[in-house]
């Protein structure tokens, strides 16, 4: 069965610092791999998605990288804003999704 | 566009009640997932639909069922319910399956079996 691990839980940082959430999954033989943020209350949404196939995905302040074969991905963020504070979870697809723990980020004004 | 829709928001139930839970999404999806969040659990899947007419079990499907008798719905039932069922539900769809598409998630249900 696909496990999937996002250290840390929690991380809270100064605006405007860099920063990475990583996530890591103990079957390589995916078909994707995605990065969800999710408020407070709310559902998922979705930020970045990469196949396979590829090594990475960017989409604004944010870029995500797959290492398929040693089953880590890494979402930075850059210039982090208040704004960016939520719960990001990453999942991984095989014949289904399979979703992490999340890492909740705070981002302090 | 709504998008993905869930009714009820909250609710309370008192252990062995039952009630159903309601998904609908405008967007012509084939695939209807429904989903449950714990804490320190991630969201695990329960059912799923590959169109209308079809169900499928995911990784926890004990004490739920669901039917998807049109495209647009997706419904979980809770026949007799249990503390251990209280959870935050989140109900997904998506066009093609988990192997190539993105899901698009509803707001969710707050379920409280007390």
């Known amino acids: 069965k696909q496990e999937v691990t996002q250290i840390p839980a929690a991380l809270s940082v100064p605006e405007g610092e860099n920063l990475v959430l990583n996530c890591s999954f103990t079957d390589s033989a995916i078909y994707n791999l995605q990065w969800f943020r999710q408020d407070p209350g709310k559902g998922l949404t979705s930020l970045l998605l990469?196949?396979?196939?590829?090594r990475e995905q960017t989409s604004g302040r944010l870029n995500a990288s797959l290492d398929k074969s040693s089953g880590r991905s890494t979402l930075y963020i850059a210039a982090s804003q208040p704004g960016d504070s939520a719960t990001y979870l990453c999942?991984?697809?095989?014949?289904?999704?399979?979703f992490g723990t999340g890492t909740s980020l705070t981002v302090i004004p | 566009n709504a998008g993905v829709t869930q009714t009820p928001k909250f609710r309370v139930l008192k252990t062995g009640q039952s009630m159903t839970l309601l998904c609908a999404q405008d967007?012509?999806?084939?695939?209807m997932y429904w989903y449950r969040q714990d804490p320190g659990m991630g969201l695990r899947l329960i059912h799923y639909?590959?169109?209308?007419?079809?169900?499928a079990k995911g990784e926890v499907p004990d004490g739920y069922n669901v039917s998807r008798l049109k495209k647009q719905n997706f419904l979980l039932g809770l026949e007799s319910a249990a503390p251990s069922q209280t959870s935050v539900y989140f109900c997904a769809s998506s066009y093609g399956g988990a192997e190539i598409e993105t899901q698009y998630f509803g707001p969710g249900t707050r379920l409280l079996v007390l």
């Open positions: 967007m012509n999806h084939e695939y």
């Open positions: 990469i196949q396979s196939s590829q």
């Open positions: 999942a991984v697809s095989g014949n289904q999704f399979y």
């Open positions: 639909s590959v169109g209308e007419g079809t169900t």
